[in-house]
């Protein structure tokens, strides 16, 4: 049906108030982790945390049938800010799990998140109290009722509370995924160069080690840019909370924060004013007129427990959710075809 140049300025007019928004959302958060990065407290750490797309091996010269028997290696990289424990001046550390579990779930990213930080604190000897973590807003894995439960531990866990701050909408593109580009071409330009063979994650995680780790101290005795690399051979496959209380319309929400266990706070825009850095002080945030105030949510049910079965074999077991998707289109096709 043919439509006038009316009709679709008419369009374009409605549509408009939500692409501004949606557009001022994007560039909010980004200018709210700009600020933050310049200015980190003392005793913060800021995070950048993203799934690459799975690693393809290749051989430089292979036989035409490997092309369809080929692996893939999950690559998560997460860059880290944080300041010098000698000298106080900004650290920057990229960290990059490799893997061969291909699932890119809440279970991966608690396992990754928990091995980077073990290291940071047993090798770098960080001491946190507030770790930030901007990621984008995939529900499956950082913005699931999972994700807002793990992170809900995470001061039993690692000794800190951890706030996460989402990008907006189709704007997640950071400083983790040029991380992931330079480690993926840098393999890809070793077997074509025939310097390495790469076929699992493994074979990945020696070369990239021996590589491109960074770890030597400048000649003030600090280092401030590093890179290290880690192999994750086991995911921790959590046991899925059923029972717990979800948060509904996130994909409105781009800021989760700690409270207690199965406690957290969320508003719908980032802000790190000093108001909001230090919210002991009793101060007022700065930008009320766009961020909301805070508002507590419990993630448990209303006895306080959640109901947890076996992750594997569970209702939360991938292959069973694909059974369970595979009833309901055979169902739907036994409908229709009625």
């Known amino acids: 049906m043919a439509q006038s140049i009316a009709d679709l300025l008419r369009e374009l007019k409605d549509e408009m108030p939500f692409l501004s928004k949606y557009l001022f959302i994007a560039s909010w958060q980004y200018s709210q982790f700009s600020r933050l990065k310049a200015s980190l407290p003392q005793g913060w750490m800021l995070k950048v945390a993203d799934f690459a797309e799975n690693f ?121 995924d040029g991380l992931a580009a330079v480690v993926k071409q840098a393999c890809t330009q070793a077997i074509k160069a025939k310097r390495a063979v790469i076929t699992n994650a493994n074979d990945m995680h020696e070369y990239v080690k021996e590589s491109m780790t960074l770890d030597s101290p400048a000649k003030s005795g600090c280092a401030h840019k590093l890179q290290t690399f880690f192999l994750v051979q086991n995911i921790d496959r959590q046991p899925c909370s059923t029972d717990a209380s979800g948060i509904v319309r996130t994909r409105k929400l781009h800021d989760v924060v700690v409270v207690a266990r199965g406690m957290v706070k969320t508003r719908n825009l980032s802000c790190f004013c000093s108001a909001c850095i230090d919210q002991l002080s009793g101060l007022e945030c700065i930008n009320t007129k766009y961020v909301d105030e805070w508002k507590q949510k419990s993630l448990l049910n209303e006895n306080g427990k959640r109901k947890q079965t076996s992750e594997v074999g569970g209702n939360c077991d991938p292959r069973n959710m694909l059974k369970q998707e595979g009833k309901v289109v055979r169902s739907n096709r036994r409908r229709a075809a009625q």
């Open 56 to 176: 393809r091996t290749f051989y430089q010269d292979e036989i035409a049938s490997a092309h369809w028997t080929y692996s893939q290696i999950t690559v998560f990289p997460v860059v880290c800010f944080y300041r010098c424990m000698k000298c106080g001046e900004s650290v920057q550390e990229s960290c990059i799990c490799l893997s061969e579990y291909l699932v890119h779930d809440s279970s991966a990213v608690k396992t990754f998140t928990k091995v980077i930080n073990d290291h940071l604190q047993s090798r770098r000897h960080t001491e946190s109290t507030h770790q930030v973590q901007f990621t984008d807003g995939c529900a499956a894995q950082f913005k699931s009722k999972q994700s807002f439960i793990d992170i809900s531990n995470a001061e039993e866990d690692y000794g800190f509370k951890i706030e996460r701050s989402f990008f907006g909408s189709r704007h997640g593109k950071g400083p983790a």
